[in-house]
T-cell receptor, first 115, second 113 residues
Framework: GENVEQHPSTLSVQEGDSAVIKCTYS??????FPWYKQELGKRPQLIID?????GEKKDQRIAVTLNKTAKHFSLHITETQPEDSAVYFC??????????????FGKGTRLSVIA | DSGVTQTPKHLITATGQRVTLRCSPR?????VYWYQQSLDQGLQFLIQ???????AKGNILERFSAQQFPDLHSELNLSSLELGDSALYFC????????????FGPGTRLTVL
């Protein structure tokens, strides 16, 4: 089955700096890669996702890149703000219509943005 | 608000007991997924239902079971509870025709004493 590795497990950055979180996956059939942000005690919230037919996607300060050959994808947050502090999870799944496969999550990265 | 609802929000019970967690997916979503998140742990997939049928099984213990009803709500039953079952249990739903995105509910925090 799919296995998703995520690094680093913790990350501290100064406000205004960039943060990068990296994930690798094992199953070449995976074609959907979302990133979730989770604040303490709250539900995971999707912040950006990318599909395997796209190499990069950007939404304001957040961008995700995907390298299918190397089976890795990364989250980039620019101009970080204190409210970006949270745990970020990457995930992978495969399109297996009907009903997509469950998400396989990385173990998470605790991001702290220091003001 | 994702549109996915879960009840109850909190549940405190004793070892050996049985509890039922309930999830209502977003209107129109046919897939329901259950995930377990233990303290300082990531999200572990338990089980998936699609339109009433079991679709995939993950790391779900034999003491746990689930079902999806004709109105598409789902219940996760946890029995013979142990201290290690204390966790946040999330339900997520997705609509196949539009997106792979899974929408998570607010979770049920289970504490086993």
């Amino acid at each position: 089955g799919e296995n998703v590795e995520q690094h680093p497990s913790t990350l501290s950055v100064q406000e205004g700096d960039s943060a990068v979180i990296k994930c690798t996956y094992s199953d070449s059939a995976s074609n959907y890669f979302p990133w979730y942000k989770q604040e303490l005690g709250k539900r995971p919230q999707l912040i950006i996702d990318i599909r395997s037919n796209v190499g990069e996607k950007k939404d304001q300060r957040i961008a995700v890149t995907l390298n299918k050959t190397a089976k890795h994808f990364s989250l980039h947050i620019t101009e970080t703000q204190p409210e970006d502090s949270a745990v970020y999870f990457c995930a992978a799944s495969a399109d297996r219509r009907p009903g997509n496969t469950p998400l396989v999550f990385g173990k998470g990265t605790r991001l702290s943005v220091i003001a | 608000d994702s549109g996915v609802t879960q009840t109850p929000k909190h549940l405190i019970t004793a070892t050996g007991q049985r509890v039922t967690l309930r999830c209502s997916p977003r209107s129109g979503d046919l897939s329901v997924y259950w995930y377990q998140q233990s303290l300082d742990q990531g999200l572990q997939f338990l089980i998936q239902y699609y339109n009433g049928e079991e679709r995939a099984k993950g790391n779900i213990l034999e003491r746990f079971s689930a079902q999806q009803f004709p109105d598409l709500h789902s219940e996760l039953n946890l029995s013979s509870l142990e201290l290690g079952d204390s966790a946040l249990y999330f339900c997520a739903s997705s609509v196949v025709s539009k997106s792979d995105e899974q929408f998570f509910g607010p979770g049920t925090r289970l504490t086993v004493l």
